[in-house]
Every structure is written in structure tokens, then in C-alpha cells.
């Protein structure tokens, strides 16, 4: 399959264009081909012209298990005949509830959401109120959200806001660090007593998927807790997919609060913020945190077969092979190929780009490497069957498996020969 017809999504996407603004309901989506999809199931997705293709990016993140899990959906279809939000609670929640810190094991309390966005601002809501500071630490390059008081972009070292419409004030409340540089944190927080909190993606996967050096998150678990500063691992990404404890179960350092989405709900929109009853509790003394459809019967149906699901047959194990066999493979074709393509990260969320084979470990390091060269590529994936996000970040699922990674393999090797003609 080299070029694929599309006249359908085209028909589709034109269509799109007059109804909603670029034709489509997420800014994210701009950057990728304009490809309407019929439906999706396990590690492959169908277009409404009838091409398949082999998916690695799994919604953003959130097919962990594949597309359409009938061990998820099947239980949502039955628990949603009985209705979905009563404006009070229903016992589901406290299964949904009980199985999530069960799973999780370090936080005591849970509240669920819709977003990752709208948990991680209850986050840094609750780390002012419980603090009485005004103020927050993040890391270049990380994404908390599309938020006036998160969205953000570095270039060249300068932090600014990332979209029009956003005033420059809206970052004022946020000091913007080096990922993987503890000094600057042992810094800062030295210098300013009115820091509330220090939120990081615990593996920073909206920038390269970068790891967290050796001992790095032990670090800053220390220095927050010398200068009584909350932690927020923002888990969005990582929960669930490293370790059914997410990377605080993986690098073994626990935050005071941690943010969840994605991965927890079998591709339904549910998100949580967990932690100490002694932060969390807050919500119930004074702290304001809402949301009309937070924890319906679907949500609640959903985490409780997906992580029933994680807990009755842990598919770490294969992820990781599958992750990084794939890794593998592609730097073997970039070898017979004599492309410098690079990929870093974790075998279950991983980044592919073009330049030097030297890890990066922060966000300036991207400066070196060839993100357009790469964002071409990945047009040339799409059009060979691959499902792959031009940023770069490759997410691996539990429904990829022996075959998909034969069909990955060549899809690749034609595309990268296509790429060197
Ligand atoms: N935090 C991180 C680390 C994320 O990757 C994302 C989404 N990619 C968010 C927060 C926001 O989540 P959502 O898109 O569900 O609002």
C-alpha cells in the first residue's frame, strides 16, 4: 500500500471545514492528515474509504487496551441502561473508587474527572489552598493542559504563552525550569518562599518522551519535602501504562498528588486526581472542585473493567517486548537505510525523530534534533498504513502483538524506502 485513496475522508473533511473551525473539535488534530475513521478495533483502525492502518497512537494515549475492548465495553452497555448522571452518587463509585486506590496503592483518596486538563488545575488548586502559596514550579517542554494558567511554549529558553487570546500575565504564577536538572530546583526552591507546589510529568513524554535521570525524582521528592512543597506527578500519560502504579510505582518515588486519564478507562473520557486524605480532604473543607458529569455510571463501568482488566492478566510484560522490539526495528531499518533516525523513551510510549543518537535529557536538547524532517515521515507512515502522530511520540497498546509487529516492520521498510527515493 503506498498511496492510499481517500476520496471519502476528503469529501468528509471539506465538509468538516464549514461546520467546525479547521474541521476539527481539537487543535491538536490540525497537525495531522485529514483522515476520517469508520471504526477501530484491538491495534488497527479502518478509514471510511476502507484502508486499514496499524495504530501507535492510540487516540492520544487512551486504547491502551486496543480499540473497542469488549471487556470494557461490554460492562459500560450494561451498567448505562440503568442512566448515566444522577446529580448525586450511585454506588459504582465507590467499587470505581475502591479498585483505583487498591490498584495504585499509594493515595488514600480519589476524585474522579473528565480531563487531564480540568484534574490537573483541582491539583494545583489544592496545592495553593493546602499551602496558602501562591505559586508553581513546572518544567519546560511539559503539557498540563490547554489552560490560560498551563499552556505554555519554550523556545530558545524563553517560556511564553503558547496560543493567542492567552495574556502574558496567565504564567506569571509559574516558575519554568530545566527536566532533569535538580540543581535549579534545589535553586529556586531555595530563593522563593512562595512556591505551593512543583508539578512534572514523571517521564516527560510531551517533549522526546524524555526519562527521568538516575535518582532525578528522588531528588526532587526530597526538596519538596524540605521546603513543605507539594509534589504533583502529572500521570496522565505515564499511570497505568508503566506499571499499574504508573511511574511512581516504576522509579519508586511517591508524590504528595497525582493526575490520571488516558490509559485508566479502556478509551472512555475519565481522569482522577489522587493523594493523601490530608490534601485531598480539602475538597470537602473548603476547596472548590466540580464538574457535572464527573464520575457517571459509564466512567465508573469503565475504570472498573479496565483496571480489572490490569489486574487480572498485567500485560506490562508484552507492552515492553512489543515496545521494544519495535524500538529495535526501527533503528535497524534506519541503519539499512542510512537515515539518522533516533528513538528514545520507554518501550510503552516512545519518541522516533531525526538527529543525533545522544539521549536527550531536556527540553533544550530537542533544539538538535530534526522534528520537521520526522513530521514529513510520518505523513509517509500514514500513507503506508502506519497511524503515527507527526510530534513524534509512538504509544503501544496491549492488542499489539506478534503479527502487528511483522506488519510494522514492513510498512516501515517501505515507507523509509520511499522516504530515501
Ligand atoms: N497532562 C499530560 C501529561 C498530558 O499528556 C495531557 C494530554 N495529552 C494532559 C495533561 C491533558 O489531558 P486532556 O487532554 O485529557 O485534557
Known amino acids: 500500500m503506498t498511496s492510499q485513496k481517500r476520496d471519502r475522508s476528503d469529501a468528509l473533511s471539506r465538509e468538516a471545514r464549514t461546520l467546525t473551525p479547521g474541521g476539527v473539535h481539537s487543535n491538536v488534530r490540525l497537525a495531522g492528515p485529514p483522515v476520517f475513521f469508520d471504526r477501530g478495533e484491538g491495534a488497527w483502525l479502518y478509514d471510511v474509504d476502507g484502508n486499514d492502518y496499524l495504530d501507535y497512537l492510540l487516540g492520544q494515549g487512551p486504547n491502551f487496551l486496543g480499540h473497542a475492548p469488549a471487556k470494557v465495553n461490554d460492562v459500560v452497555a450494561r451498567e448505562m441502561r440503568r442512566g448515566s448522571v444522577f446529580g448525586a452518587q450511585h454506588a459504582l463509585e465507590n467499587r470505581a473508587g475502591e479498585l483505583f486506590l487498591d490498584t495504585v496503592r499509594w493515595p488514600e483518596r480519589v476524585r474522579f474527572g473528565m480531563t487531564g486538563t480540568e484534574s490537573d488545575q483541582a491539583a494545583l488548586r489544592l496545592a495553593r489552598a493546602a499551602t496558602g502559596r501562591g505559586k508553581f514550579v513546572r518544567f519546560e517542554g511539559t503539557y498540563h493542559g490547554w489552560l490560560d494558567n498551563v ?78 512543597v507539594v509534589l504533583i506527578f502529572d500521570e496522565v500519560i505515564t499511570g497505568f501504562r508503566l506499571a499499574l502504579g504508573g511511574a511512581a510505582e516504576r522509579f519508586g518515588v511517591t508524590p504528595d498528588l497525582a493526575v490520571y486519564g488516558k490509559a485508566m478507562a479502556g478509551g472512555w473520557p475519565v481522569s482522577a486526581l489522587a493523594g493523601k486524605a490530608a490534601l485531598m480532604d480539602l475538597f470537602a473543607d473548603g476547596v472548590v472542585h466540580a464538574g457535572t458529569f464527573n464520575s457517571s455510571v459509564p466512567a465508573c463501568a469503565a475504570v472498573i473493567a479496565t483496571l480489572t482488566t490490569l489486574r487480572e492478566e498485567p500485560p506490562y510484560e508484552q507492552v515492553e517486548k512489543h515496545g521494544s522490539a519495535l524500538m529495535d526495528q526501527i533503528r535497524e531499518l534506519a541503519h539499512t537505510y542510512a537515515l539518522d533516525l533516533r528513538v528514545q523513551g520507554l518501550p510503552a510510549a516512545f519518541h522516533v525523530s531525526f538527529g543525533p543518537q545522544e539521549p536527550v535529557h531536556d527540553h533544550s536538547g530537542l533544539a538538535g534534533l530534526d522534528l520537521e524532517r520526522y513530521q514529513r515521515l510520518a505523513r509517509t507512515l500514514v500513507d503506508h498504513g502506519m497511524w503515527v502522530a507527526p510530534r513524534g511520540i509512538w504509544y503501544v497498546s496491549t492488542a499489539h502483538g506478534e503479527h502487528e509487529l511483522d506488519v510494522a516492520t514492513s510498512r516501515l521498510d517501505a515507507a523509509l524506502a520511499a522516504e530515501t527515493t
Open 151 to 228: 499552556l505554555a511554549s519554550t523556545e530558545d529558553g524563553v517560556t511564553s504563552p503558547a496560543s493567542a487570546g492567552q495574556l502574558p500575565h496567565h504564567l506569571d504564577d509559574t516558575y519554568f525550569l530545566p527536566y532533569n536538572d535538580a540543581a535549579s530546583l534545589e535553586a529556586t526552591l531555595a530563593a522563593h518562599d512562595d512556591i505551593a507546589a512543583v508539578i512534572l510529568e514523571p517521564v516527560m513524554c510531551n517533549s522526546g518522551v524524555i526519562p527521568p535521570r538516575p535518582d532525578y525524582l528522588a531528588r526532587v521528592r526530597e526538596l519538596c519535602d524540605q521546603h513543605a
